[in-house]
């Protein structure tokens, strides 16, 4: 069966520290990875989507990047932490782009920039 | 631009009474809905999507083109889904990415 993990659970770092967050899928090929920040009545917003190795689309400009280097890893990156920054961030992946194909969440990664 | 709109941030019922958590959205051609659920300490999930036309836990969502609205609705609440819901949307204009509503935390007391 398919599974999504997501490191760290939780994270406290300084502003201006790098960071990089790791998401791996197992059990599947190919599938379309997602990286969402949620935020307590904001709801979840798309910040990166990738239908395949190299390949990354980011939603919104900000601090943070992602890359995909492996076709079942996925990680969120920045260089130099904003106070902004901080959230609750998740990581989906699906089967392919036809969107009745549920995206699968993981457990998250709880971001404090202090 | 495609939209979710979720009008209630907090909803609190008691058991055994109905409950209806509103989404509206807006959207240029034929959208695909659905409605995503999270419990406390628990990941994100599917609930149901319309395109499937089924009942989940006891909870139906029908989408209404002419009102704009995939209200998810339960005719008589647990204890056990009090949880945030959450409204998405998706369609072919966005290449089937999920748009998601700002959600609701729906509260059921015994």
């Known amino acids: 069966s398919q599974t999504i993990h997501q490191w760290p659970a939780t994270l406290v770092q300084p502003v201006g520290s790098p960071l990089s967050l790791e998401c791996t899928v197992e059990?599947?090929?190919?599938?379309?990875l997602y990286w969402y920040r949620q935020a307590a009545g904001r709801g979840l917003q798309l910040l990166f989507y990738?239908?395949?190795?190299?390949?990354i689309s980011s939603e919104v400009p900000q601090n943070l990047s992602a890359s995909r280097p492996q076709d079942r890893q996925f990680i969120l990156s920045s260089k130099k932490l904003l106070l902004s920054d901080s959230g609750f961030y998740l990581c989906?992946?699906?089967?392919?782009?036809?969107?009745?194909?549920?995206?699968?969440f993981g457990p998250g990664t709880r971001l404090t920039v202090l | 631009a495609q939209r979710v709109t979720q009008p209630e941030k907090l909803l609190s019922v008691f058991k055994g009474a109905p409950v209806e958590l509103k989404c509206n959205y807006s959207?240029?051609?034929?959208?695909?809905l659905f409605w995503y659920v999270q419990y406390s300490r628990q990941r994100l999930q599917l609930l149901l999507r319309?395109?499937s036309r089924e009942s989940i836990k006891g909870f139906t969502a029908d989408l209404n083109k002419g009102e704009t609205s995939f209200h998810l609705k339960k005719p008589f609440a647990q204890e056990e889904d009090s949880a945030m819901y959450y409204c998405?949307?998706?369609?072919?204009?966005?290449?089937?990415?999920?748009?998601f509503g700002k959600g609701t935390l729906l509260t059921v007391n015994p």
């Open positions: 989906a992946w699906s089967g392919d782009a036809r969107s009745y194909n549920e995206q699968f």
């Open positions: 319309h395109i």
């Open positions: 059990g599947t090929s190919n599938p379309n």
């Open positions: 959207y240029s051609g034929s959208p695909e």
């Open positions: 998405a949307l998706s369609g072919r204009s966005s290449n089937y990415k999920l748009t």
């Open positions: 990738s239908v395949g190795i190299g390949q």
